[in-house]
């Protein structure tokens, strides 16, 4: 099927677009990062009440759920399986004044630069047992204190860019990509000295390209996780979650808020590790759901990603790319060579297999297509790639 010709290029966006994801879990010492990432990925990692006791970071590989891909595998029965997962860090605590390099905050500051997308996680509860690096709990606070350092992190890094471009066109002033390239970080440092992250801004298509190089902190989707005490969490009441909305609604007026509770998920991990029908009588009676599901699926559409499949009886595997993806940009996901020496694409989208169930009526119903260079994949596309000069093909 031959597609039209003159379509709407895709908006570049701002991170980097890949199947290899990862979301940096950050926050004030004593929060709960790291108990949350414990929960998350079920390792083992320091989670003591004092400050910096997360000094190198700690990544896990946690699955992204997803119904379909449960389906696919029960349908085809495959010898192997891979499911979508991200990346998760655990980035030691942050303070004021972590941007001048107080409380180790260089090197945290350089480990959220490595992740896509962070995940703010303030304490909103009060308890004798935690100490505070503030001295009293106060979420809003911690999250304008993080927020300010990560913008005075990149005002840094855009001003020795700058100086540097200014140094290149000295030597060649006609340099137009290094003059429009200093534009732009003039730009970006006009918004972070307002007191706006990059994100915000109006970029067009060259000067994202130009942001992508310099990885930002402030151009990363953030997703607010505040973690609140088990009662309040039943209840879903708790006096700091207004303060919170109305912070973030001014300030980041796009970023999900996801209420959470650390004792809570400790409690349902211990009701699983009695059994599964423990857990589900736990969380009936408690008439509110885990959240872990809802932060893994939250940050992955945070990136902008979404799914296509590879299916068959040796292997049904889920594949991560970011919106706006065209067909030889995602078979290069799988292999480089699947690009270079792309051809076509067989699709059809997961909806006509559940419709019809199994590949071949879903061919004999006419709701298999091959697209060409220009077609940009869907979410849940079951794709096979064919490729040339022994790029072989993928399905």
């Known amino acids: 099927m031959a597609e039209k010709k003159g379509a709407t290029e895709p908006k570049v966006l701002l991170g980097r677009p890949g199947n290899n994801v990862s979301i940096g879990i950050v926050g004030m010492p004593n929060v709960g990062k790291s108990s949350l990432f414990n929960i998350l990925s079920g ?34 029965k495959p010898k192997s399986k891979v499911q979508a997962v991200l ?25 959220i630069q490595a992740v896509d997308v962070i995940y703010y996680v303030t304490c909103a509860f009060e308890s004798s047992e935690i100490e505070h690096v503030e001295g009293n709990v106060d ?35 006609r340099d137009k990509d290094n003059k429009d390239n200093l534009e732009c970080a003039k730009k970006a440092l006009e918004l972070l000295e307002a007191g706006q992250e990059v994100r915000y801004g109006d970029w067009n298509s060259k000067e ?48 999900p808020i996801i209420p959470f509770s650390v004792a809570f998920e400790k409690t349902v991990m211990d009701k699983a590790a009695e059994g599964e029908e423990v857990k589900k009588k736990f969380l009936e009676d408690a008439k ?67 419709e019809f169930g199994s590949e071949s009526q879903v061919k004999a119903h006419g709701r ?24 072989g093909g993928k399905r």
């Open 43 to 76: 390792l083992n990692v320091p989670a003591e009440n004092y400050p910096f006791c997360t000094i190198k970071p700690n990544t896990a590989m946690v699955p992204v759920p997803d119904p379909r891909f449960e389906h696919l595998k029960e349908s085809w």
């Open 208 to 255: 994202v390209v130009y942001l992508n190089t310099l990885q930002l902190l402030t151009a990363k989707p953030v997703v607010f996780l505040v973690n609140i005490g088990e009662k309040n969490f039943v209840s879903q009441k708790s006096k700091f979650l207004k303060p919170i909305k109305d912070w973030v609604t001014a300030n980041n007026p796009d970023a």
């Open 87 to 111: 990346s998760i860090t655990d980035i030691a605590g942050l303070v004021k004044g972590a941007a001048e390099g107080k409380g180790l905050g260089n090197a945290f500051l350089s480990n």
């Open 139 to 173: 979420p809003v606070r911690d999250i304008d204190i993080i927020r300010t350092e990560l913008i005075k992190k990149d005002i840094e890094r855009l001003g020795t860019a700058a100086d540097a471009i200014a140094k290149k066109l000295k030597t060649n002033a």
């Open 288 to 354: 509110v759901p885990s959240q872990l599901t809802k932060i893994i699926t939250t940050g992955y559409k945070a990136l902008n990603l979404i799914n296509f499949f590879t299916t068959g009886e040796d292997e049904v595997r889920s594949w991560s790319i970011r919106i706006g993806t065209k067909a030889p940009q995602a078979a290069g996901v799988i292999h480089s060579d699947f690009e270079k020496n792309f051809i076509c694409a067989e699709v059809y989208n997961y909806e006509d297999f559940k």
């Open 368 to 391: 298999s297509r091959t697209q060409g260079k220009e077609y940009v994949m869907r979410d849940g596309d079951i794709v096979f790639f064919k490729a040339g000069s022994g790029g």
